[in-house]
């Protein structure tokens, strides 16, 4: 099971949101998310603001001249998700 930052007590996932938010419609790479925000691993803090109730979408864009592969990352805003009001859930769906 993932254990995330909580958003009020990081400033990496803060500054990845704010930078979601100000990309807007177009989104932001891997790489635009690793070269603004001066994280490590992007896609782990976006799985983590996602454990924090936002919403954001990941695609598959190509794959570059080192082959790898880009993906591109959209906020979609809406309310985060209370995630503790309902508790942790098991794999399967049943509450511990």
Not at 46 to 69: H, S
Not at 78 to 85: G, H, K, S, Y
Request: aromatic share 10%; with cysteine; hydrophobic share 35%.
């Amino acid at each position: 099971m993932m254990h995330a930052a909580k958003l009020e007590g990081s400033p990496a996932l803060q500054s990845i949101l704010a930078f979601l938010r100000e990309r807007g419609a177009t989104g932001a790479t891997t790489w635009e998310i690793l070269e603004r925000c001066r994280v490590a691993n992007p896609p782990t803090e976006v799985a983590a603001l996602r454990k924090n109730g936002f919403t954001i979408e990941c695609k598959y864009q190509f794959t570059n001249g080192d082959r790898r592969k880009v993906y591109r990352y959209w906020l979609r805003e809406t309310e985060p998700i209370q995630t503790e009001m309902f508790g942790e859930r098991k794999e399967d769906g049943t509450h511990p």
